[in-house]
C-alpha cells in the first residue's frame, strides 16, 4: 500500500489508477457494484487535495486547507509519487475538463491556492447538490419511530448506487440549553458482531475485516483494524472480539467515524500495518475539520439542528475523499462497502442514556456481499464494575453465585483484574472513556471502598494481578504501556513506581501468576501473535522466551488449581475459536504444547482461579447474550460448561478467590468482577 510495502499495487499502477479516474473511465469512489457518479460539489476535497500536490509539485506554498489534505497521502506515499499524482491531475486540468470536481475550484489558476476560509465561503452555494445524495442521511433521533432502524431502504439503495455513504444523526430535543457550561459527554462505543445477508459472489466464504476511526472534537483519536474473521457465508452471525472499541472518551459537540468493510483476497501483515496509519489519518483529518469549523462556527444556522450542518456537507467530501484514495492505493482485497457517521453529543446522550444501546449500520456493496454491523454504547452511569461470588464448599455440596450487583462508585473500560493480599480481596480497573489510568478498590467488611488511582499507571489495555504469600509478599499489577510491559507493587499501603520490564514485546494485555513463595511468572501475546514468557526470582527478571507452539488472537490467562500447582495458561484461538490450554513444567523450565480445551469458544480473554472443585475457567459467550460461562478442571477433567445465573459482560471477567470464612462458606468464597 505504501511505496515500501509488499502488496502488489505499483507506483505506476497507482498513477495510471488516478488518470483513468480524472478521464472519468470510472465513478469517484465507487466499489463493487456501485454505478452512480456523485455530485461534483462533493469531490471539492478530493480535488483540493490533488491540486495542492499539483501545486507542490510546482514549488508553490500550499494553503492551510491544502497543507491538511496533502498530509493525508502520507502515510500511503513517498513525497516524490505525492508530487507525481499532482503532476498527473495538473496534466488531465490542462487536457480537457475534470467534471468531477466543482467549478470553484478547477476555474481558479494553479498560481492561486485554496484556502479553508474559501471551503467556508463556497459551501453554501454547494449545499443543494451535495444534500440531494441518496446516499447521505440525516437522522433525528427524537423523530425517529421507535424500534425503527437508523439506515432507510431509500439510504442503503442509495450507499450501494454510489459505494459510500454519511450519516449524521443529532436529537433535536436533547440539546443542552446552557452547552458551554455543561460538561462534556463521556461515551464508549463497541463494535459488537456482524451479520451476514448476503456473501460476495466470489467462489468461497468471504473473508472479513473492519478497519475503522473515530474522533471527537475534543481531541479523542482512535483507530484500529481488526483480524480477519473467516468462513463467513450468508445468514451467519460473528461475534467481534471484546474491547473492539469505535471511541472512547469525552465529545463536546461532535464524534466522527469512518468504517471501512473489507472482503480479504490478498492482505499481508504489512497491508494490515499501513492500513492502521491510514485510519489513523482518517482520524486525524475528521478531527481537523470538526475543530475549524468549530472556530468558523455558526455560518449556517439551521436551528432545528443547531450547529450539525456546519458538518454535514464537510462529511460528505471526506467521505468521498477517503473513497477515491482507496481506490488508488489498496491492494487486491475487496472494499465492501466505507461509510462515514456523524453524531452530535445530543444524540451520544440520548443512544447512551435513553433508548436501546445496541445500533446496527448496514453496509451492503451489492456483488461484494451486504453485512450489518452492531454496535453499542455505554456511557460512565452504565459502565460500573459489577461483582458477583459464590461460597467455596465440598463438592456435591449445593452452592450457587449471589445476585450481581454494582460497585457503590466507579467506572471502567476493558477487563478489570482481581485478586487476594494478605487477606482482603483487591480489583484494578482501568478508567472509563479512555483516560488510561488504573484505579484500584479493596473489599472490607462486606463493601467495596471507593476506588483510588495508581500513580504513574497509564494503559491502553486491561491490567492484571497477581499476589505472593507470606509476610514479606506483594501485590503485583502489571499493564500494557506503548507495548511494553510495565509493573507496579503494592505493599504497607502504598503502589511502588512503574518499572519497565520490556519493551516493544506485548499486544494487549499481560497475564501475571505467583508460583511457590518467590517466583512471578508472565506471559504476553507478542509480535506474529505467538506467546512469550518471563519470570521474576532474586529481585529480577529474565528475559522473554518464546512458547514451543500455540498462537493467539488475544491476551492470555493464568491461574492454578491451588497456589502448590504450576500455573496454567489458557488462551483464544489464533483464529478466534475455541480456547487452548498449556501448562507450567517447572523442570526444565518451560511450557507444554497447547491443547484444546472442552469448551466452546469466547470473543474475550478467559479468567482463571482456583474453586474448591478444581481450577475454574470463566469466559463470555462468543455471541450477543454477553452471558458469562465456566467449567472447572479437576484430575485432568472438565466439567459441563455452566452458564452464570445473571451475570453478562461487556467485555472478559476477573476470578480470585476469597478465603472470608464463613458458616455458608467454609473454604471462603470464589469472586468475579466484570463490566455489564
Avoid at 433521533?141 to 439510504?155: K, T
Avoid at 472512547?248 to 492482505?267: R, Y
Avoid at 502448590?564 to 501448562?583: E, F, I, Q, T
Wanted: hydrophobic share 40%.
Amino acid at each position: 500500500m505504501s511505496s515500501s510495502g509488499d502488496v502488489t499495487v505499483t507506483q505506476a499502477e497507482r498513477v495510471e489508477r488516478l488518470r483513468a479516474q480524472l478521464q472519468g473511465h470510472k465513478p469517484l469512489g465507487t466499489f463493487g457494484a456501485a454505478k452512480a457518479a456523485p455530485a461534483a460539489a462533493t469531490g471539492l476535497l478530493y480535488g483540493v487535495m490533488l491540486r495542492g500536490a499539483a501545486r507542490m509539485a510546482d514549488g508553490l506554498e500550499l494553503t492551510d486547507l491544502e497543507t491538511q489534505m496533502v498530509k493525508f497521502l502520507r502515510p500511503l506515499a513517498s513525497e516524490e509519487e505525492i508530487r507525481e499524482l499532482g503532476r498527473v491531475f495538473a496534466e488531465e486540468q490542462s487536457s480537457h475538463a475534470l467534471g468531477m470536481f466543482p467549478d470553484v475550484l478547477t476555474s481558479r489558476g494553479m498560481e492561486q491556492g485554496y484556502a479553508f476560509e474559501d471551503l467556508v465561503k463556497d459551501l453554501p452555494a454547494l449545499r443543494a447538490e451535495i444534500a440531494a445524495q441518496p446516499n447521505l442521511s440525516l437522522v433525528d433521533l427524537d423523530r425517529l419511530d421507535e424500534g425503527a432502524p437508523l439506515d432507510s431502504a431509500e439510504f442503503i439503495e442509495g450507499m450501494r448506487a454510489y459505494g459510500h455513504g454519511v450519516t449524521v444523526v443529532t436529537a433535536s430535543d436533547h440539546h443542552p440549553d446552557a452547552r458551554a457550561a455543561a460538561k462534556p459527554e463521556q461515551v464508549a462505543v463497541g463494535l459488537h458482531a456482524f451479520s451476514c445477508k448476503r456473501e460476495s459472489n466470489e467462489a468461497g466464504r468471504d473473508e472479513i475485516y473492519w478497519a475503522h476511526s473515530a474522533s471527537s472534537d475534543l481531541a479523542g483519536k482512535r483507530s484500529a483494524v481488526t483480524r480477519e474473521y473467516g468462513a463467513i457465508s450468508t445468514g451467519d452471525y460473528q461475534a467481534l472480539d471484546a474491547g473492539t472499541e469505535l471511541f472512547s472518551g469525552e465529545v463536546d459537540k461532535f464524534l466522527t467515524a469512518h468504517i471501512i468493510c473489507w472482503e480479504a483476497d490478498h492482505s499481508t501483515s504489512r497491508w494490515r500495518d499501513e492500513m492502521v496509519k491510514v485510519v489513523r489519518k482518517i482520524s486525524d483529518l475528521l478531527f481537523e475539520m470538526a475543530d475549524r469549523l468549530a472556530q468558523y462556527g455558526g455560518h449556517f444556522p439551521v436551528p432545528e439542528y443547531h450547529d450539525l450542518i456546519d458538518f454535514f456537507e464537510i462529511a460528505a467530501m471526506i467521505g468521498l475523499a477517503i473513497a477515491g484514495l482507496l481506490e488508488l492505493f489498496r491492494n487486491h482485497d475487496d472494499i465492501v462497502q466505507e461509510r462515514t457517521l456523524v453524531f452530535d453529543r445530543a444524540a451520544l446522550g440520548k443512544w447512551a442514556n435513553d433508548m436501546n444501546p445496541v445500533a446496527s449500520w448496514d453496509f451492503d456493496g451489492g456483488s461484494e456481499g451486504h453485512y450489518v454491523l452492531i454496535a453499542r454504547t455505554a456511557s460512565a452511569i452504565n459502565a460500573r464494575p459489577r461483582a458477583t461470588s459464590m461460597p467455596r464448599v465440598l463438592p456435591g455440596v449445593p452452592h450457587t453465585w449471589s445476585p450481581d450487583v454494582p460497585f457503590p462508585s466507579g467506572t471502567m473500560s476493558g477487563t478489570p483484574a482481581l485478586a487476594e493480599y494478605q487477606g482482603q480481596l483487591y480489583c484494578v480497573v482501568s478508567g472509563f472513556a479512555g483516560s488510561g489510568s488504573l484505579w484500584w478498590s479493596t473489599l472490607k467488611d462486606g463493601a467495596w471502598r471507593a476506588f483510588a488511582q495508581i500513580p504513574g499507571a497509564i494503559t491502553s489495555d486491561s491490567p492484571t494481578l497477581t499476589a505472593q504469600s507470606g509476610s514479606g509478599g506483594k501485590l503485583w499489577c502489571a499493564y500494557n504501556r506503548g507495548n511494553a510491559v510495565v509493573t507496579t507493587r503494592f505493599s504497607a499501603g502504598s503502589w511502588s513506581r512503574p518499572e519497565t520490564v520490556a519493551e516493544n514485546i506485548v499486544l494487549g494485555s499481560p497475564a501475571l501468576a505467583t508460583y511457590g513463595s518467590s517466583k512471578v511468572l508472565c506471559v504476553v501475546r507478542g509480535p506474529e501473535n505467538k506467546l512469550y514468557w518471563n519470570e521474576h526470582q532474586k529481585d529480577n527478571w529474565g528475559t522473554f522466551k518464546p512458547f514451543a507452539s500455540g498462537t493467539t488472537c488475544d491476551s492470555p490467562a493464568l491461574g492454578q488449581e491451588s497456589g502448590s500447582h504450576a500455573p496454567y495458561c489458557v488462551v483464544r484461538g489464533a483464529d478466534g475459536k475455541g480456547l487452548y490450554m498449556s501448562n507450567y513444567i517447572q523442570f526444565p523450565g518451560e511450557w507444554s504444547m497447547f491443547q484444546k480445551l472442552p469448551l466452546g469458544s469466547t470473543s474475550a480473554r478467559p479468567a482463571l482461579a482456583h474453586s474448591a472443585d478444581g481450577m475454574m475457567c470463566m469466559y463470555r459467550a462468543d455471541d450477543l447474550s454477553e452471558e458469562l460461562r465456566y467449567a472447572t478442571l479437576k484430575d485432568n477433567v472438565w466439567s459441563p460448561v455452566t452458564k452464570h445465573p445473571t451475570a453478562t459482560s461487556a467485555d472478559g471477567p476477573a476470578l480470585a478467590t476469597y478465603f472470608n470464612l464463613t458458616d455458608e462458606a467454609p473454604y471462603g468464597y470464589m469472586y468475579c468482577v466484570h463490566r455489564g
